[in-house]
């Protein structure tokens, strides 16, 4: 998780596709209504959904 801007965040998660490493990215977008829009959503842990939590609503 990885602070871009006043309310929008990036997750970097590692992909591999026929042996090649590529990555995915999330990115995270606090609404002005305080709830979150998630760009491209990845897999996610406990510790991902906890801090998801902790921003606001999905």
Not at 12 to 40: A, C, N, Q, Y
């Amino acid at each position: 998780m990885r602070k871009i801007h006043e309310d929008v965040w990036v997750v970097d998660r590692p992909f591999r596709f026929m042996g090649l490493g590529l990555g995915v990215r999330m990115t995270v977008v606090k609404l002005s209504s305080g709830g979150l829009m998630l760009h491209s959503p990845v897999g996610y842990e406990a510790g991902l959904q906890k801090w998801l939590d902790s921003l606001g609503e999905v």
